[in-house]
């Protein structure tokens, strides 16, 4: 199993080839920081300053993919230049190796570097001026402060603000992810809201036209079919301006989606009465207050859908319909014949009570349906007030 080393960025390579390059070139002409009397000078040989400057120049393509080891070599290749008559080349190259090992180090690194740098330049000023017991002692520190803790301190500064660009970056990103999850709640919401309305203004209508069709084509009865014709003449008109209403409501560019022809209480006896002519024996027992308009369009909204199931599936019997408040809460319920297995008189979407339920849930408050001895019950509790127990 081999381990593949990752390619050196472009701009790597061509830092160190230009380094080497530019360091060969005032190796020509014979441009070196020391002299062949310097006492730091060891070796001799006119092309000794070649080798730390290959080998610094080699680690420059480590930059970024190896940043520590590239530091560790560059240390030892400008070791062995300060014995040699040395390259100005090979030092510069040095300090970006200082540079790129705080910049794309680890975070480990990134934190100790410029300590460790900072620290060593303190000695090499202090130590040197008091062993030697000459302030010029201190140039040692700041050279190894140039050299050494400037590139670092640079490195870090630069990562900070990279790291805080990056988070920014993030944070934007969140932001418009979040946002767009609101968005698209939000429009989920409303065409929700949007079928929730259709099928409540329109379910009863079409239900009373079906059921009636149907009893105008099975009898031979011509006063039979004329009733029939007239009760679906009349809801074929009230449906129609249902669905106008529902237009109005989608194409009102004020954002107001709740016009003033949204439906109240006080049409519920208009609603009873639409029922008993469908055929229902309803009596109608409101006992209420003054109650805020979503909770108001709420109650109605249920009272109609409980009544067009009761057109489409009750049994034969009296149909009631009770309205009260009590403990900060309309409370309804609505009841009407029960007898399993009956066959539907009208097909469902079977998102009545689906729709009834989401509408007491987005007020906070209850809502069950199902049979209760021999009757079919529909009960739901709308909050009066925000926060109050339903």
Request: net charge neutral; hydrophobic share 45%.
């Amino acid at each position: 199993m081999t381990l593949a080393l990752p390619r050196p960025h472009r701009d790597d390579v061509r830092i160190a080839v230009g380094g080497l390059l530019g360091g060969v070139l005032l190796w020509l002409f014979g441009i070196h920081p020391r002299v062949p009397s310097d006492p730091l000078v060891q070796w001799h040989a006119p092309w000794a300053p070649l080798l730390p400057l290959a080998a610094t120049a080699a680690c420059e393509s480590l930059r970024r993919i190896r940043p520590r080891i590239g530091l560790l070599i560059g240390t030892l290749a400008l070791t062995l230049d300060t014995v040699t008559l040395g390259n100005v080349v090979t030092l510069v190259m040095y300090t970006d190796l200082m540079y790129a090992a705080v910049l794309y180090g680890s975070p480990a690194s990134a934190r100790r570097i410029p300590w460790v740098t900072g620290m060593l330049t303190v000695l090499g000023g202090v130590v040197p001026a008091t062993i030697w017991r000459d302030p010029q002692g201190l140039l040692i520190g700041v050279g190894i402060g140039v050299v050494a803790f400037a590139p670092a301190a640079t490195g870090w500064v630069v990562r900070n603000h990279r790291d805080a660009a990056e988070a920014a970056r993030l944070r934007a990103e969140q932001t418009a992810l979040l946002a767009e999850m609101d968005r698209t709640q939000a429009v989920t919401a409303e065409r929700a809201r949007t079928a929730r309305e259709l099928h409540d203004m329109v379910a009863n209508h079409l239900s009373a036209i079906a059921i009636h069709s149907t009893a105008a084509l099975s009898l031979d009865d011509p006063q039979t079919s004329r009733d029939a014709l007239s009760v679906i003449r009349e809801n074929s008109v009230a449906g129609l301006a249902e669905m106008r209403r529902l237009i109005g409501i989608l194409r009102d560019s004020s954002g107001d989606l709740e016009p003033a022809a949204t439906p109240t209480l006080d049409g519920l006896s208009t609603l009873v009465k639409g029922a008993r002519a469908n055929g229902l024996d309803v009596r109608l027992d409101a006992g209420h207050g003054q109650v805020p308009a979503p909770v108001e369009l709420a109650a109605y909204r249920i009272v109609q859908e409980s009544l067009t199931n009761v057109l489409k599936h009750a049994a034969p019997g009296p149909v009631r319909v009770t309205l009260r408040q009590a403990d900060s809460a309309l409370r309804i319920e609505v009841t009407s014949p029960y007898r399993p297995g009956d066959t539907p008189r009208a097909p469902g979407s079977g998102s009545g009570l689906t729709g009834m339920r989401e509408r007491a849930t987005l007020l906070g408050g209850g809502f069950t349906a199902g049979p209760e001895a021999g009757l079919w019950a529909v009960r739901a509790s709308l909050p009066l007030v925000e926060g109050a127990s339903a």
